[in-house]
Nanobody, 115 residues
Framework: QVQLVESGGGLVQPGGSLRLSCEAS????????MSWYRQAPGKEREWVGY????????SYAPAVKGRFTMSRDNAKNTVYLQMNRLKDEDPAIYYC????????WGQGTQVIVSS
């Protein structure tokens, strides 16, 4: 049974930083790519970024490119999202996703940006 457990969200001031984590289980983590998505109230879920199974390739949505960085630790079955220079348009619930089980989603972790 695939499980994805996101953590690390919270309240941060504009311009601040947060690091999100997603711990995965129930599949061979190193076999699959991982992505982060986010969903703001009243909006569709949107893709944020991608990292290849070996961590050597990443890509990001234009809205976060240059501010957000994905990394992964295959020994810990964990993917990370380092978010810097957070803006007013970044608040959302953030979810991780795995190519190994496309229909599986965790509970997400909420990011709030407010002064």
């Amino acid at each position: 049974q695939v499980q994805l457990v996101e953590s690390g969200g919270g309240l941060v001031q504009p311009g601040g930083s947060l690091r999100l984590s997603c711990e995965a289980s129930g599949f061979t983590f190193s076999d699959g790519s991982m992505s982060w998505y986010r969903q703001a109230p009243g909006k569709e879920r949107e893709w944020v970024g991608y990292i290849a199974n070996n961590g050597l390739s990443t890509s990001y949505a234009p809205a976060v490119k240059g501010r957000f960085t994905m990394s992964r630790d295959n020994a810990k079955n964990t993917v990370y999202l380092q978010m810097n220079r957070l803006k007013d348009e970044d608040p959302a619930i953030y979810y991780c996703w795995t190519s190994m089980s496309p229909n599986s989603w965790g509970q997400g972790t909420q990011v709030i940006v407010s002064s």
